[in-house]
Structure formats: structure tokens, C-alpha cells
């Protein structure tokens, strides 16, 4: 089984070369695909020295929700037997837990393995206050909303099956291109039946370079999840 690594990224040159030596210290990766929305080719120069990356340049921030769809597509395009993980990349999703997560992730034959901020193992580091408190209450709104029992809904920390994989770009995109993909992503997985399973995990808030996120985001994100809801109720009715 080969493993593909899926990171988006947008201004994150300081970051992306240790985020790889990272990965390919830790374990033996088949490609790592960078989906760039940065507007300028700046990364492209600095991953140069690897022979397992693959690069895409789309120039403007079209979201990282598309971005994981982007990369997912492009490495489901060959017929290799796969698992794919999808991480951040500013390194607040630790290289180190990729090999025990792939071990859990096949001891339980998931289709799906969140790393969750939630449980009671996991950790959140250099986290102001404000944050922690507004990720908590976004998770539980969400949850109390689409009833999937897992503990983190927007931690993009994850790895797939190649079956979800291929259920995702099949089916997912229709609600936003941001984060909100990733409740999207796990409604349709859920509610499929596809197996999915959480792991306790750190996260470490980034040292260098700024985060993407901006209000407008977050409130197409909130609109977004209103839409998951509505799409959640759709799926169940078609099992009746």
C-alpha cells in the first residue's frame, strides 16, 4: 500500500521545505502533492531539491477545501492501491504521528482517521484563549447540528481510504470551498457508512508566516454549515 501526502498551501514559504524533510524523515511517501494557491511561485523553488513531490500552481486563493479536492483528484489518477493524508502546512500538524496514525488507521480498517484536538490525550499548543474557546463552540454547534459522533469536525489532519478518497471528489465541493469541506467531507462519509474512527493528537499553532483565515471565512463557513445540515438530512432520507 503507497501513501500520498496532501498539503495546501498558500504563502507558506518559510514553512513548506521543513514540513517535507519532516515527512520524508519519519516515512516513505510515494508523492507529496503541494496545491499552491499563493500568488506568486516562491515554493516552487524551494521544494525543488525533492523527487517525490508533486507541485501545482493555482495562483489565487481559491480555498483549501478545493485544494485537498485538487490534490486528491490528481492522485487518484493513477491505479495504485493508496492511503492518502492530507495535513497543514505551517507544521502545526506534527510528521511525527504520520506512522503510528497509519497503524491505527489499518488496525481498525478505516475509511477515514481523524488526528482530534478533543480527546483527552491530545494537546493544543501556543493557542490564545479566544481561540481555543471559539474552536470548542464551533466543534459543538456543528455536532449538535450534524450528529456525527466524532470530537473534531475542522481539524485537517486526516487520512483516507482509497474508496473515500474517490466517494469525496465524486461527491463533495458542492457546498463551499473553504474549510466547511471538512464537515462536508464527513457527513457524506458517515451517513455513506464508510468507517470513521478519531486519534488523539498535538497541535502546535504555527511559529512563522500568518494564518489564512479571515472573518469571511469564518462566516461562510457558519452558512455553509447550514447547507451541510440541510445536505445531511437529504442523504438520510435516501436510505429510508
Known sequence: MTISIIVPTYKEKDNIKNLIS???????VKSIIIVDDSPEKEIEQEISQFNNVIYIHRG???GRGSAILEGLKCSLNDNYNKIFI??????SHEPNEIKTNINIFKKKNSDLL??????SESSIINWSIQRKVFSYLANKLTKFLLKVPVS?????YRIYSHQAADHIVRNC????????ILSEILVELYYNDFKIHETHSKFVNRVRGESSVNLKEIINSLIGLFKIYKLKKKIKQSFL
Open 22 to 28: 519532516k515527512i520524508n524523515s519519519e516515512i516513505e
Open 60 to 62: 489565487k486563493k481559491l
Open 86 to 91: 492530507e495535513m497543514d502546512a505551517d507544521l
Open 114 to 119: 481523524i488526528s482530534s484536538r478533543y480527546l
Open 152 to 156: 473534531d469536525y475542522t481539524n485537517g
Open 173 to 180: 465541493g458542492r457546498i463551499g470551498d473553504g474549510f466547511i
